[in-house]
C-alpha cells in the first residue's frame, strides 16, 4: 500500500493521542492499564487504513485490539476511522512488526491477525514476509497458550509460503480455506484489501494456525 507523504501526520498522531499509543514499548506487559480491563488483547500486523481493526472492535466489545501499522501516511486514515468509530477497545501504534518483541509481553497476546500483508514476492526478500520463522519465533513469544495466528490474503504465493513456514515451524493448522467468500461466515470483517481483491472475483485464502505450547 503506497500513500503520498503527509507532512501533518506526526502532530496529527500527537493530536490524537487517545487513540495513538506514542510510546507502546511504555506498556509492555501492561496493556491491560490502558485499556483499564483485563479483556484479551488482539494485535493486527499492518492495519493500513484501519477498517478491519474498527470493525472488530465494534463486533466485539469484550475484546482489547491493538493495529499495528509501519506507515505513518497510512496509520492516519485508521486513526480517523477508529475516531469515527468511537470504539474505546482499539488502539493503534505507528510501529514495525519486527521489533515485536519491545511492545508486547510473553504470552499477553491471545490472537494476531494478518491481513493481506506485503507478499515480497522475490526469494531474496523472503525474509520479510511477516509468516517467515523469525517472525513466527516472536508470535509464539507473546501468544498465549490459547494463541491463534490468522492469515488473510489474495496473494496464492504468499498463502503457500506460509502454509509451509508454519508447517515447518510445527504450528498446527486448524483452518484451511481456499475461497473465504464462498462459504458463510458471517463473522468475517473485510479489510480495505479484501473488499479490493475480492470485489473483482478474486479468492481470498485464509488460516488459523496455533503453536504448540
Ligand atoms: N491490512 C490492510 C488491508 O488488508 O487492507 C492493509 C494491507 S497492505 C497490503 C499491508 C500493510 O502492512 C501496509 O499498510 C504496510 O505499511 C503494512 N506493513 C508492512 N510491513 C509491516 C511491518 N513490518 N510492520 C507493520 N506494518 C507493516
Same mark, same amino acid.
Given at each position: 500500500?503506497?500513500?503520498?507523504?503527509?507532512?501533518?501526520?506526526?502532530?496529527?498522531?500527537?493530536?490524537?493521542?487517545?487513540?495513538?499509543? !506514542?510510546?507502546?514499548?511504555?506498556?509492555?506487559?501492561?496493556?491491560?492499564?490502558?485499556?483499564?480491563?483485563?479483556?484479551?488483547?488482539?494485535?493486527?500486523?499492518?492495519?493500513?487504513?484501519?477498517?478491519?481493526?474498527?470493525?472488530?472492535?465494534?463486533?466485539?466489545?469484550?475484546?482489547?485490539?491493538?493495529?499495528?501499522?509501519?506507515?505513518?501516511?497510512?496509520?492516519?486514515?485508521?486513526?480517523?476511522?477508529?475516531?469515527?468509530?468511537?470504539?474505546?477497545?482499539?488502539?493503534?501504534?505507528?510501529?514495525?512488526?519486527?521489533? !515485536?518483541?519491545?511492545?508486547?509481553?510473553?504470552?499477553?497476546?491471545?490472537?494476531?491477525?494478518?491481513?493481506?500483508?506485503?507478499?515480497?514476492?522475490?526469494?531474496?526478500?523472503?525474509?520479510?514476509?511477516?509468516?517467515?520463522?523469525?517472525?513466527?519465533?516472536?508470535?509464539?513469544?507473546? !501468544?498465549?497458550?490459547?494463541?491463534?495466528?490468522?492469515?488473510?490474503?489474495?496473494?496464492?504465493?504468499?498463502?503457500?509460503?506460509?502454509?509451509?513456514?508454519?508447517?515447518?515451524?510445527?504450528?498446527? !493448522?486448524?483452518?484451511?480455506?481456499?475461497?473465504?467468500?464462498?462459504?458463510?461466515?458471517?463473522?468475517?470483517?473485510?479489510?480495505?484489501?479484501?473488499?479490493?481483491?475480492?470485489?473483482?472475483?478474486?479468492?481470498?485464502?485464509?488460516?488459523?494456525?496455533?503453536?504448540?505450547?
Amino acid at each position: 500500500m503506497r500513500a503520498r507523504n503527509k507532512p501533518w501526520a506526526d502532530d496529527y498522531l500527537k493530536e490524537n493521542k487517545e487513540i495513538v499509543e !506514542l510510546s507502546p514499548s511504555e506498556y509492555k506487559n501492561k496493556w491491560n492499564t490502558v485499556f483499564k480491563n483485563n479483556n484479551p488483547i488482539h494485535l493486527e500486523i499492518g492495519t493500513g487504513k484501519g477498517q478491519f481493526v474498527a470493525g472488530m472492535a465494534k463486533q466485539y466489545s469484550d475484546v482489547n485490539f491493538v493495529g499495528m501499522e509501519l506507515a505513518k501516511s497510512i496509520i492516519v486514515s485508521a486513526v480517523q476511522k477508529v475516531s469515527d468509530s468511537n470504539q474505546e477497545n482499539v488502539r493503534l501504534i505507528n510501529e514495525d512488526a519486527n521489533d !515485536l518483541s519491545e511492545f508486547f509481553g510473553e504470552n499477553e497476546v491471545e490472537k494476531i491477525y494478518l491481513n493481506f500483508s506485503d507478499p515480497w514476492p522475490k526469494a531474496r526478500h523472503a525474509k520479510r514476509r511477516l509468516t517467515f520463522k523469525n517472525f513466527l519465533e516472536q508470535y509464539e513469544n507473546i !501468544l498465549n497458550s490459547n494463541g491463534e495466528l490468522i492469515l488473510k490474503t489474495d496473494n496464492r504465493g504468499l498463502f503457500e509460503f506460509s502454509l509451509v513456514s508454519f508447517s515447518q515451524y510445527g504450528m498446527i !493448522l486448524e483452518e484451511v480455506l481456499l475461497d473465504l467468500h464462498d462459504q458463510a461466515d458471517p463473522t468475517n470483517i473485510m479489510t480495505e484489501y479484501e473488499e479490493k481483491f475480492s470485489g473483482i472475483g478474486q479468492p481470498i485464502y485464509r488460516c488459523k494456525a496455533r503453536f504448540q505450547k
